[in-house]
């Protein structure tokens, strides 16, 4: 994003306002960007630790969306079924810990609209390549649906659909773009949701994916 100066010069923060979607949901522009270069280091070694893979689907499916995790549990899929791991899989370790960037970020994100005391124990990362898309869904894999989901946007823009409490409800179109984070929970904790076939492009912070963090309490 291009910064702007003030009458004097100075540089002024991006663009920074709450756009609320729907009782309990609201989106954050830009709320990320603040410590975009922290996050962006974090990310690596993450994935440096864990990285990317396509998960299979109960149904045999692979999904094309690649996936992996920070934090004391990690969201997985296989032929067994949908479930939160304190394991990865791949290595047979713990996942990587959750990074404090992290951390204050969701934690941050969710006070601002109105989840005080939201302490996530997992991180999914989402990486998104051209063409990819995210099918409708609700997010219900998790013990105490009471609190939220916090969803942070990197890179490359996407199309995100909020939905209702029906899968054939119909959904809103909501633009993400780099460092804008969405929040979801109470009354609209269970609203279905997904991700439109990314378009191809190119961002300066990531090159032609988008990453998604979205953190959750799970256990
Ligand atoms: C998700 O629903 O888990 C991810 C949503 C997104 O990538 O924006
Ligand atoms: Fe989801």
Not at 102 to 128: E, K
Not at 144 to 151: G, H, K
Request: proline residues 8%; contains cysteine.
């Amino acid at each position: 994003m291009m910064d702007m100066a003030d009458l004097f010069g100075h540089v002024v923060s991006p663009v920074r306002r709450d756009e609320p979607l729907c009782d309990g949901a609201v989106v954050l522009r830009g709320f990320a960007l603040a410590d975009e270069v922290a996050l962006l280091q974090a990310l690596n070694t993450v994935v440096a630790q864990a990285p990317f893979r396509h998960l299979i689907t109960p149904g045999g499916f692979r999904m094309s969306v690649g996936m992996t995790n920070t934090g004391p549990l990690g969201w997985v899929s296989d032929r067994r079924g949908y479930r939160y791991d304190p394991v990865d899989p791949l290595s047979g370790n713990p996942w990587p810990g959750l990074p404090d960037t992290f951390l204050q970020l969701a934690t941050g994100a969710a006070a601002r609209a109105g989840y005080v005391g939201f302490m996530p124990d997992a991180c999914l990362i989402n990486r998104y390549e051209p063409g990819t898309r995210l099918s409708l869904h609700q997010d219900r894999d998790e013990l105490d649906l009471a609190q939220p989901i916090v969803s942070v946007s990197l890179g490359m823009p996407a199309v995100f659909l909020f939905g209702g409490m029906l899968r054939t409800d119909a959904q809103v179109r909501v633009p993400l773009a780099h460092g804008d984070v969405v929040v979801w929970g109470g009354p609209a904790r269970l609203r279905y949701h997904g991700v439109m076939p990314l378009k191809p492009g190119y961002h300066e912070a990531l090159g032609g994916v988008r990453i998604n963090l979205t953190f959750r309490k799970a256990g």
